[in-house]
């Protein structure tokens, strides 16, 4: 049984193969209908529970889709309405789904609950998104990436805006994919400094750069998310802003990295807040690519958790 609880805790040899089990799963698929069947039926007869304490759109919706055309069934329950709720225990929660459940991928807010359920339960744990980090993002991420550019070992990345959860997981994708990352964006929104040590440990470069158009010269990817993520107080909004409108990715920034560079957002996005709709929509985005390999991605995650 294994977890997939985040991007530094999977050793680099299982994430470069659940990245081109991921590859070869998509490209199996080609032509089919959403819906149809992969032919292998890997989760088979496997019954997965998928927990939201948050709002999702792709997570919710590749995570159901990829157990179905797997041969598996979900069940997609929400937070609120579970006892977990209402004061059950989260070790608890775990023991008892484990009797039902093949598999738990959950969406939470503290780290702690995702991990206290990894720990309580007899079945593989799937983080799928806390207030510090979202690795399936990522894995998806880095799959675009290299169908896009090849491989993205020694390449250079740049992250503008906030410090956040999927910022956290692109860096420790750095230190496990062996790229260069840097941050720009507001002191006060760095990412915490044990990711950037400990990603630097590995070997890799991560810069801090407050000057954003500096920051991308000679990027190869740049990337950005919300200001406000789903954890931070609505009243937050307007102070960080204040704080990162300076780091809006927009054609004038695009133009300062290298002219290939590719533009990735996980979404949902507030466009012409982080990023221009021209941006967004323009030649070097694959942001709905990133969207679509959530599906293949955590097909892969899935039957690595499960050994399918
Ligand atoms: N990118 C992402 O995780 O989207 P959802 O919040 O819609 O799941
Ligand atoms: N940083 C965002 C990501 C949403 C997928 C949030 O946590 O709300």
Redesign the pocket.
Known sequence: MTHFLDINTTSPEDLRAIIDSAKAMKSARQGQPKGALDADKPLDGRMVALIFE???????VSFDVGVRQMGGQTMVLSGTDMQLGHGETIADTARVLSRYVDMIMI?TFEEQTLLEMAEYASVPVIN??TNRT?P??IMADIQTFEEHRGSIAGKKVVWSGDGNNVCASFIHAAGQFGFDLTFTGPEKLDPETVFIEEARAKGVTIDIERDPIKAVEGADLVVTDTWVSMHDPASARERRHNLLHKYQVNERLMAAAKPDALFMH???AHREDEATSAVMDGPNSVIFDE?EN?LHAQKAIMRHCLGA
């Open positions: 948050k709002p999702s759109t792709r997570t919710r969406r799928g998104l979202h399936c993002q996980c979404l949902p969207a959530r």
